[in-house]
C-alpha cells in the first residue's frame, strides 16, 4: 500500500503559517488540509481561500496534547473518504498545528497507531519563523525554541521588517539551535512540500545517524536567554460571538481596552468583526507586543455574520482569559448603547 505523506507546518502564534499554506494552495491542487486551532472558535479555516480543497478544523487544543485522538479519527475519515470518492484525491496532508504546538507530540499518532502507520508517513517539519519578534519571541516562549529545534527547514516571515545585520544574526542564532534545517524566506514555493527528510528522535537527533567522534571536540554554542528543556505551556484561550455591529471608533476603543486589560499576558488575538458600513467582516491578527493586523473582508467567510474573536494569552490561572473576555463583552455593550463620535 502506497502510504500518503503528511507535511507538518508549525510555529509560534502569529508567525505567519497560515499567510504561507494559502501561497501553497495557490499552486497546488492535490492536498488536503487540517487546520489545528487552540480555540474552540475556528478562524483559519475561513482564510484558506481555494476551492475544491477538503480543509478540516480541529478546534479546541493543541493537537499535540489535548487532541491527538481527534487527528487519529480525522486521519482515517480522510483516508476512507479519499477510497471513497467522497472528496478529490489529495496525494498530500498538511497539518497546520496551533502555534503552542510542540512537534514531537503532533507525530506521535503517525508513529503509534498502527492503522496509520499503514497509510501515512510524517514528509517533513516545517518551522515558520517571525523574524521580526527574533530572539524576544524564543526568550519568552518556550514552545517557539522547541519548534525550531524539531524543524526540517525555516520557513523566515516578516524578514522585510529587519536590518540586514538583524536577520544574519538571527540566522547565525537559529543555525545554533538548529545546524541542520536550512532557513528560506517566506512565501516559500510549493516544491518544499515534496522534500522528504528522515525522522529524528528528540532526545538524540536523526535515528539513522551517529555522531563523528571529531564533533565531541567541538564547542558548545551559547545562547543567552534560550532553554532546551521541553516545556509544556501556560497559553490559554478565551472567545467572543457577538452579534451586533459597532463603529470603527468604537472597535478601536474596544481592543485598546482588551489589550489594557491583558497587559503582559497577551499573547495573539484572532477575529472577524462587524463593523458599521462594511459589507464583509474585519480581519484582526494580533501578535502580542506589536500592532494589531487589520484587513477588511469583501465578504464573510460563510452565513454567520457575527463577530468572532479569540483571545490567547500566557498565565498561570486558565480562567484569567474567560473573565478578561467576559469584562470585554461588557464593554462591547456598553459601547453598543454609546453615541458614535
Not at 486521519?75 to 498530500?92: Q, T, V, W
Request: aromatic content about 6%; proline content about 6%; some cysteine.
Amino acid at each position: 500500500m502506497n502510504r500518503l505523506p503528511v507535511v507538518v507546518l508549525t510555529g509560534f502564534l502569529g508567525s505567519g503559517k497560515t499567510t504561507q499554506l494559502n501561497a501553497w494552495l495557490e499552486q497546488r491542487q492535490d492536498l488536503a488540509v487540517l487546520i489545528n486551532e487552540l480555540g474552540d472558535i475556528g478562524i483559519d479555516q475561513h482564510l484558506t481561500r481555494k476551492a475544491g480543497v477538503p480543509v478540516t478544523l480541529l478546534a479546541g487544543g493543541c493537537v499535540c496534547c489535548v487532541v491527538q485522538g481527534a487527528l487519529s479519527s480525522t486521519l482515517r475519515n480522510l483516508f476512507m473518504a479519499r477510497k471513497n470518492g467522497d472528496i478529490p484525491e489529495f496525494s498530500m496532508v498538511v497539518l497546520e498545528t496551533t502555534g503552542a504546538a510542540e512537534p514531537s507530540g503532533v507525530l506521535a499518532p503517525l508513529e503509534q497507531d498502527p492503522w496509520l502507520k499503514k497509510r501515512f508517513y510524517c514528509q517533513s517539519v516545517l518551522t515558520v519563523v517571525d523574524v521580526a519578534a527574533g530572539a524576544a519571541s524564543i526568550q519568552r516562549h518556550p514552545e517557539c525554541l522547541e519548534q525550531i529545534q524539531a524543524a526540517d527547514l525555516l520557513l523566515l516571515s516578516r524578514t522585510d521588517q529587519v536590518a540586514a545585520s538583524e536577520l544574519t544574526a538571527f540566522k547565525q542564532q537559529l543555525a545554533a539551535l538548529n545546524p541542520e534545517a536550512a532557513c528560506y524566506p517566506t512565501p516559500v514555493p510549493a516544491e518544499v512540500l515534496d522534500r522528504q527528510f528522515e525522522r529524528r528522535c528528540r532526545i538524540t537527533g536523526r535515528l539513522n545517524s551517529v555522531v563523528p567522534s571529531s564533533a565531541l571536540l567541538s564547542p558548545m554554542v551559547s545562547v543567552p536567554g534560550t532553554t532546551t528543556t521541553p516545556s509544556r505551556h501556560q497559553l490559554y484561550s478565551a472567545s467572543v460571538i457577538w452579534e451586533y455591529p459597532l463603529s470603527w471608533g468604537h472597535w478601536q476603543a474596544a481592543l485598546k481596552q482588551l489589550a489594557s486589560q491583558c497587559g503582559d499576558a497577551l499573547v495573539r488575538v484572532k477575529g472577524l468583526l462587524k463593523v458599521e458600513g462594511l459589507d464583509g467582516p474585519l480581519l484582526v491578527q494580533w501578535v502580542g507586543g506589536a500592532e494589531p493586523e487589520l484587513t477588511p473582508m469583501n465578504q464573510w467567510p460563510d452565513d454567520d455574520t457575527r463577530t468572532r474573536v479569540v483571545l490567547i494569552v500566557r498565565h498561570n490561572d486558565a480562567d484569567f482569559p474567560h473573565q478578561q473576555m467576559a469584562h470585554w463583552e461588557s464593554l462591547l455593550e456598553q459601547l453598543r448603547s454609546a453615541p458614535t463620535h
